[in-house]
């Protein structure tokens, strides 16, 4: 194993994760609390 492989590897789990951040972000179950989170400033003390 060389340093090649090590960086393909890299590379590899990097995109993964994004693409998991990415279907987090987009999911449905998810969809209420960002709108809540989204409404914060501009609520009423």
Do not use: C, H, Q
């Not at 340093?3 to 789990?13: F, H």
């Not at 994004?18 to 209420?32: E, H, L, Q, R, Y």
């Amino acid at each position: 194993m060389d340093i090649n492989d090590l960086r393909s590897i890299v590379t590899v789990v990097s995109l993964v994760t994004f693409v998991g951040i990415i279907v987090w972000a987009w999911s449905k179950k998810n969809k209420a609390g960002f709108d809540e989170a989204a409404r914060l400033p501009f609520g009423d003390d």
